[in-house]
């Protein structure tokens, strides 16, 4: 595609409840990662995927966290029994490859906005 | 540990006024260094890589420089429509792909 999507672009749930959230990245982009940018903070890593496996899950910040990819391309981010301190926006972006030859800039989706009340 | 830390957090300029961004970063060995463009309601949009001391690029009215210990981005006679917030990353060799991000500069232009 033009550039990575996600979905929902807005999510308002319910303390307790599970979300999960979407990210398609840009077409042929082996590399896959997820943010979170809260309010007043800067944007914080989650985790990153290579392929379909995520050597680097060191950023999520609790064990309701887990993410996925399948088939090299989509993946979801999904929190279990939400709190309000997971709302935030929650970005994903997607490059190319590892190593300078390939490109490692990442380019971002418009995130999706994420309210637990 | 890896920081990044970005001045001044605003920044109001009249359309025309150039000026500069500054980020100071500490990294135990330097990947490369990234600044994007974020406007509100929006993902951050890549403006510049830089890998090595001494790097400079240039886009329109933005021009991104790096030393061992900063980078500068230096926004010559802005517009209106360069204000936004402007965010700096570094990769190092520690943290592996993840980006470190400053908190960002906001920057408004009135014309």
């Known amino acids: 595609g033009a550039g990575v999507s996600q979905s929902p672009s807005n999510k308002v749930t319910e303390k307790g409840k599970d979300v999960e959230l979407r990210c398609d990245p840009i077409s042929g982009h082996t590399a896959l990662y997820w943010y979170r940018q809260s309010l007043g903070q800067g944007l914080e890593f989650l985790i990153y995927?290579?392929?379909?496996?995520?050597?680097?899950k060191s950023g999520l910040p609790s064990d309701r966290f887990s993410a996925e990819r399948t088939g090299g391309s989509v993946s979801t981010l999904t929190i279990q029994r939400t709190q309000q301190e997971d709302s935030a926006v929650y970005l994903c972006?997607?490059?190319?490859?590892?190593?300078?030859?390939?490109?490692?800039?990442?380019?971002f989706g418009p995130g999706t906005r994420l309210t637990v009340t | 540990e890896d920081q990044v830390t970005q001045s001044p957090e605003a920044l109001r300029l009249q359309e025309g006024e150039s000026s500069s961004l500054n980020c100071s970063y500490t990294?135990?060995?330097?990947?490369?260094l990234f600044w994007y463009r974020q406007d509100p309601g929006k993902g951050p949009e890549f403006l510049f890589t830089?890998?090595?001391a001494g790097e400079e690029k240039e886009k329109e009215r933005l021009k991104a420089t790096l030393t061992k210990k900063e980078s500068f981005l230096h926004i010559t006679a802005p517009k209106p429509e360069d204000s936004a917030t402007y965010l700096c990353?570094?990769?190092?060799?520690?943290?592996?792909?993840?980006?470190?991000f400053g908190k960002g500069t906001t920057l408004s232009v009135s014309s």
């Open positions: 830089l890998y090595s």
């Open positions: 990353a570094v990769q190092s060799n520690q943290a592996g792909t993840a980006l470190i």
């Open positions: 990294v135990s060995g330097l990947r490369g």
């Open positions: 995927f290579q392929g379909n496996s995520a050597p680097d």
């Open positions: 972006a997607s490059s190319r490859g590892f190593d300078r030859a390939s490109s490692y800039e990442q380019y």
